[in-house]
């Protein structure tokens, strides 16, 4: 067996992942068998468009042309080392060739797993709209840092005060309940959805859980521009 990714999260809800397919476990469930192309369909059942759009009580950010041919939608929780490593080592690829040349309409939605990690979800939220999609990827990368058992506002504070939020502006934030039951509501509606793990993502009709390389991910957004070049 090759050893593709190894890694841990330290909250207990996330796996221990050692995998050869090229679909990775994802975070806070048990192991997925690969899913491309055809056998997408055995990461569930796909919500309608319309269910799938639903918006809470917080504004949803997002990159990308609305009108873009492919939505992708990606549930992932900043604790999640799987999560981490698709951002790491996908994402900017995928941004590139397709959010930024207007393919695809990415929206990122929270769903932390853990203690540590709902109040990380608070804390890019306390930095503001402009720092969203920085921060996320800051919290990810250096979770080490952060994702202790229980919350820690002065490690938190330490990855977003680079974004110069004061350390007053912050500490109130943090106790704003509005965000915190915003970003409570989105991981239930995710659950609603069916996300049982992170990372999740819903491209167009296409429901896929665990990691996907950028060649399995361009496969998938591909055939959905195809389709909607050529409706049958």
Not at 33 to 40: H, L, N, T
Not at 124 to 150: I, P, S, T
Not at 156 to 177: H, P, W
């Given at each position: 067996?090759?050893?593709?990714?190894?890694?841990?999260?330290?909250?207990?809800?996330?796996?221990?992942?050692?995998?050869?397919?090229?679909?990775?476990?994802?975070?806070?469930?048990?192991?997925?068998?690969?899913?491309?192309?055809?056998?997408?369909?055995?990461?569930?059942?796909?919500?309608?468009?319309?269910?799938?759009?639903?918006?809470?009580?917080?504004?949803?950010?997002?990159?990308?042309?609305?009108?873009?041919?492919?939505?992708?939608?990606?549930?992932?929780?900043?604790?999640?080392?799987?999560?981490?490593?698709?951002h790491?080592?996908?994402?900017?690829?995928?941004?590139?060739?397709?959010?930024?040349?207007?393919?695809?309409?990415?929206?990122?939605?929270?769903?932390?797993?853990?203690?540590?990690p709902?109040?990380?979800?608070?804390?890019?939220?306390?930095?503001?709209?402009?720092?969203?999609?920085?921060?996320?990827?800051?919290?990810?990368?250096?979770?080490?840092?952060?994702?202790?058992?229980?919350?820690?506002?002065?490690?938190?504070?330490?990855?977003?005060?680079e974004?110069?939020?004061?350390?007053?502006?912050?500490?109130?934030?943090?106790?704003?309940?509005?965000?915190?039951?915003?970003?409570?509501?989105?991981?239930?509606?995710?659950?609603?959805?069916?996300?049982?793990?992170?990372?999740?993502?819903?491209?167009?009709?296409?429901?896929?859980?665990g990691?996907?390389?950028?060649?399995?991910?361009?496969?998938?957004?591909?055939?959905h521009?195809?389709?909607?070049?050529?409706?049958?």
């Amino acid at each position: 067996m090759t050893k593709q990714f190894v890694s841990a999260c330290r909250s207990a809800a996330c796996l221990f992942v050692l995998a050869v397919t090229p679909l990775l476990a994802g975070c806070g469930g048990g192991p997925v068998p690969g899913a491309i192309a055809g056998d997408v369909a055995n990461a569930g059942a796909v919500p309608t468009a319309g269910e799938l759009a639903k918006t809470g009580p917080l504004e949803e950010y997002s990159l990308g042309k609305k009108d873009a041919p492919v939505t992708v939608i990606e549930y992932a929780s900043l604790g999640c080392p799987i999560c981490g490593h698709f951002h790491k080592t996908v994402f900017p690829r995928f941004k590139a060739d397709y959010v930024d040349t207007g393919k695809v309409h990415y929206i990122f939605r929270e769903f932390p797993i853990g203690a540590s990690p709902t109040a990380a979800a608070q804390a890019v939220r306390c930095a503001g709209k402009e720092h969203y999609f920085k921060l996320n990827a800051a919290f990810m990368d250096r979770r080490g840092q952060w994702n202790a058992r229980n919350p820690d506002n002065d490690l938190l504070y330490k990855i977003v005060q680079e974004t110069g939020l004061s350390r007053t502006a912050f500490d109130s934030c943090m106790t704003n309940q509005e965000i915190q039951k915003g970003v409570n509501w989105v991981k239930l509606r995710g659950r609603e959805l069916g996300v049982k793990g992170t990372p999740t993502f819903y491209i167009n009709d296409d429901k896929i859980r665990g990691v996907l390389t950028y060649d399995e991910m361009k496969k998938i957004i591909d055939k959905h521009i195809a389709n909607a070049a050529n409706p049958a």
